[in-house]
């Protein structure tokens, strides 16, 4: 069986109280950026920018690497037993709880952690091969749909 994932968790920064507090602390509206990209950005994205700015006023809406441990996100897997140990292992960093399930021999686990963490365990999982490869390129591939292309790029 290959393994399966689904995004459940996602961060939520309550911009309508950031955006008041810093623009009072700090003189400056920190989602003009992110608000003013000719394509609209998708929610985790803008956060991101919007975090960007905090530091620098004219941070570019982009995906920006320092402010990955501030976010973070969950996913539901299910796998072979076999393979979701190899999982876990190559999710350093993450937080995890694992649950046996109806179906003999496969276990379902919640990891949640940093989009930090997140890149570490996609760029670990990619070296290990087979499903645990596949377990983690699906994970890229919901972050990048999610408008987190260039996530795992160093």
């Known amino acids: 069986m290959k393994p399966a994932v689904a995004l459940i968790l996602t961060p939520r920064l ?3 109280r950031l955006l008041p507090i810093t623009r009072q ?3 400056y ?5 992110a608000d003013t990209t000719p394509i609209p950005l998708k929610d985790m994205v803008h956060q991101l920018a919007c975090l960007a700015a905090f530091r620098n006023a004219k941070a570019a809406p982009v995906l920006s690497k320092d402010c990955l441990s501030l976010l973070s996100v969950g996913f539901i897997i299910a796998a072979e037993e076999e393979d979701m140990i190899l999982i876990a292992e190559a999710a350093k ?3 995890f ?3 046996e399930t109806q179906q003999r021999g496969v276990l379902a686990a919640i990891l949640s952690g940093s989009l930090n963490n997140w890149r570490a365990a996609i760029e670990c999982g990619f070296k290990a091969g087979g499903n645990v ?3 983690y390129a699906l994970i890229r591939s919901q972050l990048e749909h999610e408008g ?3 996530l795992c790029e160093k």
């Open 14 to 16: 309550h911009l309508d």
């Open 25 to 27: 602390l700090l003189g």
């Open 29 to 33: 509206n920190l989602a003009q950026s």
């Open 93 to 95: 960093g993450l937080d």
């Open 97 to 99: 709880i694992v649950t």
């Open 133 to 135: 490869q596949h377990c």
């Open 148 to 150: 987190l292309t260039g």
